[in-house]
């Protein structure tokens, strides 16, 4: 099962937005409405961010949403705060054979 | 409130066997539709899924690395068991646990991850 792939990196200004893509195929992505994003700040935990493709946790800003269109899954940030600069990881289930896949992970710099 | 915690060895030879524990509170493993993962990081690298075992004892793993994982619990103690054989210095990593809640295909609750290094 190969890693859903992500840009390396991204980056806006503060207040500016930034959507960070997420391609797998009609076996993961494509296939099930159960794509996840992740916030990874240096040296801590992954933090759950949008869950099922567009629902968020409690306590998650609503600056921060997700989509889908066929097999690629989108997080888009608005209005970019400086404590938005980490890495993100989506994650896609990929059938009872395969189960889960993350991603390669994207680096968002808040410039 | 939900936490784990992970724990086992910081440094293990190559060919050795690892074992890490995930001790967790704030729910239990006897809830129909709970799980908990294992998913684990090289140092600079992507998240990697390792393995799952859910409340009924359903066990998932990584198809590449299945050969070598197993996934166990004891609901009484509030722990998860992962084991990973013939260890190999390319499994240099912090590993981590987290919650899978009712029936979602997610990890809401991480512990904080154990650094385990390979090495002879």
């Known amino acids: 099962q190969s890693a859903l792939t992500q840009p390396p990196s991204a980056s806006g200004s503060p207040g500016q937005s930034v959507t960070i893509s997420c391609t797998g195929t009609?076996?993961?992505?494509?296939?099930?409405?159960?794509v996840s994003w992740y916030q990874q700040h240096p040296g801590k935990a992954p933090k759950l961010m949008i869950y099922?493709?567009?629902k968020r946790p409690s306590g998650v800003p609503d600056r921060f949403s997700g989509s889908k269109s066929g097999n690629t899954a989108s997080l888009t940030v608005s209005g970019l705060q400086a404590e938005d600069e980490a890495d993100y990881y989506c994650?896609?289930?990929?059938?009872?054979?395969?189960?889960?896949?993350f991603g390669t992970g994207t680096k968002v710099t808040v410039l | 409130q939900i936490t784990l915690k992970e724990s086992g060895p910081t440094l293990v030879k190559p060919t050795q066997t690892l074992t890490l524990t995930c001790t967790f509170s704030?729910?239990?493993?006897?809830?129909?539709?709970?799980?908990v993962g294992w998913i684990r990081q090289p140092p600079g690298k992507a998240l990697e899924w390792l393995a799952l075992?859910?409340?009924?004892?359903?066990?998932r793993y990584s198809p590449s690395l299945k050969s070598r994982l197993t996934i166990t619990k004891d609901t009484s103690k509030n722990q998860v068991v992962l084991t990973m054989t013939n260890m190999d210095p390319v499994d240099t990593a912090t590993y981590y646990c987290?919650?899978?809640?009712?029936?979602?295909?997610?990890?809401?609750?991480w512990g904080q991850g154990t650094l385990v290094t390979v090495s002879s």
């Open positions: 099922e493709v567009s």
């Open positions: 704030g729910f239990s493993l006897s809830t129909s539709g709970v799980g």
């Open positions: 075992i859910y409340w009924d004892d359903d066990k």
């Open positions: 009609s076996s993961d992505v494509g296939g099930y409405n159960y």
């Open positions: 987290a919650h899978r809640p009712d029936y979602g295909r997610y990890f809401d609750y």
């Open positions: 994650s896609s289930y990929a059938g009872s054979n395969n189960f889960e896949v």
